[in-house]
């Protein structure tokens, strides 16, 4: 059961397939979890459930962003002595193969005892129109029908 999750209103007759992902005007929302014929659920960044390898800030420190169903998910996973400041911008690692290297996720909002909290670019009361992408990350292409090779550099 998912907490932070939206559904709209397409599903695997427009297209639409598990893991795409999900994106505002603003930067990443979250990745297609569920489809179905006409609609599929999107789990939203913020959701418990939703994992996501990260870079952050100048020095490119990985990390995972680890949603709690609050609206500022937090980081997971940093090694023992990074240095991370409020403002540090987030971006996606490409680990993992969901997501694609360099999606913008969001800024750190705070550093403390209670952990590394995130400010996502997504204006969460304000998210009306998604944007739902399949990056076909060159590992992926033979489950998406292709033929199984990297994609020719653009």
């Given at each position: 059961?998912?907490?932070?999750?939206?559904?709209?209103?397409?599903?695997?007759?427009?297209?639409?397939?598990?893991?795409?992902?999900?994106?505002?005007?603003?930067g990443l929302a979250g990745r297609v979890a569920e489809v179905g014929a006409h609609?599929?659920?999107?789990?939203?960044?913020?959701?418990?459930?939703?994992?996501?390898?990260?870079?952050?800030?100048?020095a490119r420190d990985q990390a995972v962003l680890a949603?709690?169903?609050?609206?500022?998910?937090?980081?997971?996973?940093?090694?023992?002595?990074?240095?991370?400041?409020?403002?540090?911008?987030?971006?996606?690692?490409?680990?993992?193969?969901?997501?694609p290297p360099g999606l913008a996720v969001g800024v750190v909002a705070a550093v403390g005892d209670a952990g590394i909290r995130v400010r996502p670019y997504v204006d969460w009361g304000h998210l009306e129109?998604?944007?739902l992408v399949d990056y076909a990350l060159p590992e992926r292409l033979s489950e998406l029908g292709g033929a199984g090779k990297p994609l020719p550099p653009h």
């Open positions: 059961v998912y907490v932070r999750s939206v559904l709209v209103a397409a599903g695997a007759e427009d297209g639409l397939a598990k893991n795409q992902v999900a994106l505002s005007g603003d609609a599929s659920r999107i789990l939203l960044i913020t959701d418990i459930n939703s994992r996501i390898p990260v870079v952050v800030g100048p949603g709690d169903n609050s609206a500022q998910p937090t980081l997971l996973y940093l090694a023992p002595g990074t240095s991370l400041k409020p403002g540090d911008r987030i971006v996606t690692s490409g680990y993992g193969g969901v997501f129109y998604l944007r």
